[in-house]
């Protein structure tokens, strides 16, 4: 829902990054259109599964290409639809990722890990056989709303291929497939699509939605089993579900840190976990399990503990005006910014030189939130601010979603060289 032209934003002054810049320094990206209006973004492996609010590929291959050296090492510690950690591979790097999303771990892993295309066609054959013995319905996810989003007719189809992929014994057989599966529930949900939230197709378009289980099934397998075996051979990624608050990785680990990380709690931003749900529902994971996953997300500790947050002026002043409207956002702003600080320090103390981060401002309780600010002001003491641009998205995947919630057009990028004088934040 777009924010109402009678409803005011309050916008917290701050000093404009692009002035922490040296004008001397030897700008990488100077003259490059970061935009990347018209430029395509569904080559490879990034077609075979949609993310929410997903990073820009050009972007992240520009990143990379830019301040990572060939044959060097980049981690993404928020992944994803595994955007950076795609274009990593495609340009001869090495990549790892974790992600705290189950959905994010399984589609990353599939998208980065090279397989033979007998291989996969044997497979999706294998699928097809089996799906075909099958009665139907099979079995069917425990969830209260699960004839809100899906025609019966989906439901029973669903269950067949279901129960056909978790057939597979291969580890990275399967998460191709359950990839597919889970892009194929999110074709035939009854909802619209590029929203940050789900939402039902109203009466007129559920008419016109005729969706069919085992055709977009095949596309999704077609389209899956030629990007997969066009990754570069022997190709595979580390991927991880993971928490970014504490990461297994080793001081120094990788040449840069590239990620796009959440820009708010799972519950006031982009719903990550809502976008993945019923995905990962008809995957097996079960309601109870997506939920505690959900709790590890950055903020999603939603106990009403007071929280000191984190050094940050712009914070403070932004803390300042929500509390004045709302006590529990003020809260789970504290919250989630101090998770973000644990995962910054963490970022700094893996890489050996570069942590980029791309962010967007978000809006809670009609108060708009600096993260590019907030971001710089919480690394001040763990790195230096190298570089720092702005992009424009012309593509709003990231909706207003009113005075409680998202809403950019913009995101920042902020270039962050490692502070050598410790290697402990």
Same mark, same amino acid.
Request: aromatic share 8%; glycine share 6%; with cysteine.
């Given at each position: 829902?777009?924010?109402?032209?009678?409803?005011? #934003?309050?916008?917290?002054?701050?000093?404009?990054?692009?002035?922490?810049?040296?004008?001397?320094?030897?700008? %990488?990206?100077?003259?490059?259109?970061?935009?990347?209006?018209? #430029?395509?973004?569904?080559?490879?492996?990034?077609?075979?599964?949609?993310?929410?609010?997903? #990073?820009?590929?050009?972007?992240?291959?520009?990143?990379?290409?830019?301040?990572?050296?060939?044959?060097?090492?980049?981690?993404?510690?928020?992944?994803?639809?595994?955007?950076?950690?795609?274009?990593?591979?495609?340009?001869?790097?090495?990549?790892?990722?974790?992600?705290?999303?189950?959905?994010?771990?399984?589609?990353?892993?599939?998208?980065?890990?090279?397989?033979?295309?007998?291989?996969?066609?044997?497979?999706?054959?294998?699928?097809?056989?089996?799906?075909?013995? %099958?009665?139907?319905?099979?079995? #069917?996810?425990?969830?209260?709303?699960?004839?809100?989003?899906?025609?019966?007719?989906?439901?029973?189809? @669903?269950?067949?291929?279901?129960?056909?992929?978790?057939?597979?014994?291969?580890?990275?057989?399967?998460?191709?497939?359950?990839?597919? %599966?889970?892009?194929?529930?999110?074709?035939?949900?009854?909802?619209?699509?590029?929203?940050?939230?789900?939402?039902?197709?109203?009466? +007129?378009?559920?008419?016109?939605?005729?969706?069919?289980? *085992?055709?977009? *099934?095949?596309?999704?397998?077609?389209?899956?089993?030629?990007?997969?075996?066009?990754?570069?051979?022997?190709?595979?990624?580390?991927?991880?579900?993971?928490?970014?608050?504490?990461?297994?990785?080793?001081?120094?680990?990788?040449?840069?840190?590239?990620?796009?990380?959440?820009?708010?709690?799972?519950?006031?931003?982009?719903?990550?976990?809502?976008?993945?749900?019923?995905?990962?529902?008809? @995957?097996?994971?079960?309601?109870?399990?997506?939920?505690?996953?959900?709790?590890?997300?950055?903020?999603?500790?939603?106990?009403?503990?007071?929280?000191?947050?984190?050094?940050?002026?712009?914070?403070?002043?932004?803390?300042?005006?929500?509390?004045?409207?709302?006590?529990?956002?003020?809260?789970?702003?504290? +919250? *989630?910014?101090?998770?973000?600080?644990?995962?910054?320090?963490?970022?700094?103390?893996?890489?050996?030189?570069?942590?980029?981060?791309?962010?967007?401002?978000?809006?809670?309780?009609?108060?708009?939130?600096?993260?590019?600010?907030?971001?710089?002001?919480?690394?001040?003491?763990?790195?230096?601010?190298?570089?720092?641009?702005?992009?424009?998205?012309?593509?709003?995947?990231?909706?207003?979603?009113?005075?409680?919630?998202?809403?950019?057009?913009?995101?920042?990028?902020?270039?962050?060289?490692?502070?050598?004088?410790?290697?402990?934040?």
């Amino acid at each position: 829902m777009p924010i109402s032209k009678i409803r005011t #934003i309050d916008k917290i002054p701050g000093p404009d990054l692009s002035h922490m810049i040296s004008i001397d320094r030897n700008r %990488l990206l100077s003259g490059v259109d970061l935009d990347f209006n018209g #430029i395509e973004t569904q080559h490879s492996t990034h077609a075979i599964h949609p993310y929410v609010a997903a #990073i820009n590929p050009p972007l992240a291959r520009t990143l990379v290409e830019t301040y990572v050296p060939p044959g060097g090492s980049v981690l993404d510690p928020f992944c994803g639809g595994g955007g950076v950690l795609v274009e990593t591979l495609l340009s001869g790097r090495s990549a790892a990722g974790l992600d705290i999303n189950p959905l994010a771990w399984m589609i990353s892993s599939a998208k980065t890990t090279h397989m033979p295309y007998a291989r996969l066609r044997s497979a999706y054959v294998d699928i097809q056989t089996t799906a075909a013995s %099958l009665p139907s319905p099979q079995s #069917i996810p425990t969830d209260p709303n699960l004839s809100y989003w899906f025609t019966l007719k989906s439901i029973e189809a @669903l269950s067949v291929l279901s129960q056909a992929v978790q057939q597979i014994t291969d580890p990275d057989m399967e998460k191709v497939f359950q990839t597919v %599966l889970s892009a194929t529930t999110r074709d035939v949900m009854l909802t619209y699509r590029g929203e940050v939230r789900l939402r039902r197709l109203k009466p +007129k378009d559920l008419e016109r939605f005729k969706p069919d289980v *085992f055709v977009s *099934f095949g596309k999704r397998a077609e389209l899956a089993i030629q990007r997969i075996s066009d990754l570069p051979e022997g190709s595979r990624t580390d991927v991880h579900l993971a928490n970014a608050k504490s990461i297994s990785y080793a001081d120094d680990s990788f040449d840069a840190v590239i990620c796009s990380p959440p820009y708010a709690d799972d519950t006031n931003g982009v719903g990550y976990f809502q976008f993945s749900k019923y995905m990962l529902l008809w @995957l097996g994971w079960s309601n109870e399990m997506i939920a505690d996953y959900k709790r590890q997300f950055l903020g999603g500790n939603h106990r009403k503990d007071a929280v000191e947050p984190p050094p940050s002026a712009t914070l403070v002043d932004a803390l300042r005006v929500i509390r004045s409207r709302s006590d529990n956002h003020a809260s789970v702003v504290a +919250k *989630f910014y101090r998770d973000y600080l644990a995962s910054l320090q963490e970022m700094f103390r893996v890489s050996r030189q570069w942590v980029i981060i791309v962010i967007g401002n978000r809006i809670i309780s009609r108060t708009a939130v600096d993260n590019g600010q907030i971001t710089f002001e919480l690394c001040e003491s763990i790195g230096e601010l190298h570089d720092y641009y702005t992009r424009s998205i012309r593509k709003k995947r990231i909706k207003d979603l009113g005075g409680d919630g998202g809403g950019t057009t913009g995101e920042h990028i902020l270039i962050f060289r490692k502070n050598r004088r410790t290697n402990q934040p």
